[in-house]
């Protein structure tokens, strides 16, 4: 029952009435320092009192907790020396991370807490001292990986085509090598070797990122921005697609262009992936991934109804026309490509002069121009302007979500030889097993002296103002240029005790 009115109290909305309470009930805990400690029973969720009031948000509740938890090591003048409990923060032993929590939870106030101490001062000592190092050399790695690839690709095995010619419009001169013929030469072992490390590389892809989608659940790891849900869905379907394309190879199948040409769209794709690493480019990603999948999936409905209309007009307008002299609608397919370039202004709407084209071909050109072009077009530019301002106020934040959200990744992807624990153990200080952070901490008595003299200044301004408003009121009868003198007078004095005021800071800086 103490343990769930501890977890009831951190979701109360007046937080000094909430801290007060569960101050009392600890009191009355006769487990305050065991495994039985009202603090560290967790609810149905696996959350802790602590991580209950980071998912939330609850910065008042989470400072209040942390005070209780620091151990003040020394002090001389000004500057002190305290230990912070990081035992529940600190990702690297936890199951169920406080610092994932944080970032995957959908209340914009949890992220808040990552700027506070000593959340801030950990995700910046794993981040600067091994997150960072190892995230470029990843970064590196992966594109020296997808170099190798795409040379594979392009230098895929070919032959000259032998058969003769379906149709004039056929403008096909090479085709796809069988397996007895594909590897041959010097030139093919090494575009084997290429392809055994591409296959390789796609496997392991496929080993890191599925344990991650059975402990997360696939709706919460592909569904976060800031965890980067979309590269995720990227990158698996970039390792699929490279299984498959060596399955076709293996088999002899042609078609392998359909896979592979997916595959390198999809992995170079994933190159801004590592944009988060940098914080100039870390936020221009969640600003793209929202625009994909936010403006541009509304409006991709809009641009299919109007392109699947506008389409068959022109397909129905050109069916009986030679398609030698205007090509560009001879098919459905075709018009529905060309249709598509139409709306994206990729190119200008075609026409032959040399020969009489439909009057109807005209009309439904120019509705079309005015619908595409300038109304939808436009609509969708506004959409993205208002996501990027959006994005933009919340970048330092987002920033911030990233990074630790990338410490996290690499944490867990990573041998623990390669990332050893940080903090001090509480050991060497008599606090048994628990692990703390030193954080240095500097007191400037100069601060508070002239906080105290601003709030003087302001009290003696008040008291000025005050003493006119009395005079104003005393004097209601006289005449109005008496009014004027006493309010002059006033502001006057105002004024001097001010510019006194700020002479004293100023000698005192």
Not at 135 to 142: G, N
């Amino acid at each position: 029952i103490g343990n769930t009115v501890l977890h009831i109290l951190v979701l109360q909305p007046n937080k000094t009435f909430a801290c007060h309470m569960y101050s009392l009930i600890l009191s009355y805990d006769r487990n305050k320092e065991g495994p039985g400690s009202l603090e560290l029973i967790p609810n149905n969720e696996g959350l802790s009192p602590f991580k209950l009031a980071g998912v939330e948000g609850n910065t008042v509740m989470f400072q209040y907790l942390m005070q209780k938890r620091k151990q003040n090591l020394w002090s001389f003048g000004p500057l002190s020396t305290v230990l912070y409990d990081i035992t529940e923060i600190d990702s690297w032993a936890e199951d169920q991370s406080f610092l994932e929590l944080i970032v995957s939870t959908k209340k914009r106030e949890a992220r808040q807490i990552l700027d506070l101490t000593p959340v801030k001062e950990l995700v910046s000592l794993k981040w600067n001292m091994y997150g960072r190092p190892y995230f470029c050399f990843l970064a590196l790695f992966y594109i020296l990986y997808m170099v190798c690839f795409t040379m594979c690709c392009v230098y895929r095995p070919l032959k000259p085509r032998t058969g003769n010619r379906t149709s004039s419009r056929d403008n096909t001169i090479y085709v796809q090598k069988m397996l007895q013929e594909s590897y041959v030469e010097y030139e093919d072992e090494l575009r084997l070797v290429g392809e055994l490390i591409t296959v390789i590389g796609a496997v392991v892809i496929l080993v890191l990122e599925i344990p991650d989608i059975l402990r997360v659940g696939a709706a919460k790891y592909f569904g976060q921005t800031i965890l980067g849900g979309p590269f995720h869905i990227i990158v698996i379907t970039y390792a699929c697609m490279i299984l498959v394309t060596m399955v076709m190879r293996l088999t002899s199948t042609t078609g392998e262009v359909v896979p592979m040409s997916f595959a390198l769209v999809l992995g170079w794709c994933n190159v801004m992936y590592f944009a988060r690493g940098f914080q100039m480019l870390g936020p221009f990603t969640i600003m793209i991934q929202k625009m994909i999948f936010g403006d541009l999936m509304r409006f991709c409905w809009l641009m299919a109804v109007v392109i699947l209309g506008f389409a068959s007009a022109f397909y129905i307008i050109f069916q009986t026309e030679n398609p030698e002299n205007l090509g560009q609608f001879y098919n459905y397919p075709m018009s529905l490509f060309t249709t598509f370039e139409l709306f994206l202004t990729i190119i200008d709407g075609p026409a032959n002069y040399d020969v009489d084209l439909p009057f109807m071909y005209s009309v439904v050109y120019f509705a079309f121009a005015i619908i595409a072009t300038l109304l939808m077009l436009n609509l969708l530019i506004a959409m993205m302007g208002d996501t990027h301002w959006r994005v933009a106020h919340e970048q330092d934040e987002l920033w911030r979500a990233q990074v630790v959200a990338t410490t996290v990744m690499l944490e867990r992807k990573l041998p623990r030889c390669l990332w050893p624990r940080s903090g001090i153990c509480g050991r060497e200080f008599g606090l048994g097993d628990r692990w703390y952070l030193r954080i240095e901490d500097r007191v400037d008595p100069n601060k508070h002296k002239m906080m105290r003299y601003t709030e003087a200044f302001k009290a003696q301004d008040r008291d000025n103002c005050d003493k006119g408003s009395e005079k104003l009121e005393t004097s209601g009868d006289t005449l109005c240029k008496k009014e004027l003198s006493a309010l002059s007078l006033s502001r006057s004095t105002s004024r001097t005790s001010s510019h006194r005021g700020w002479e004293i800071l100023r000698r005192n800086t």
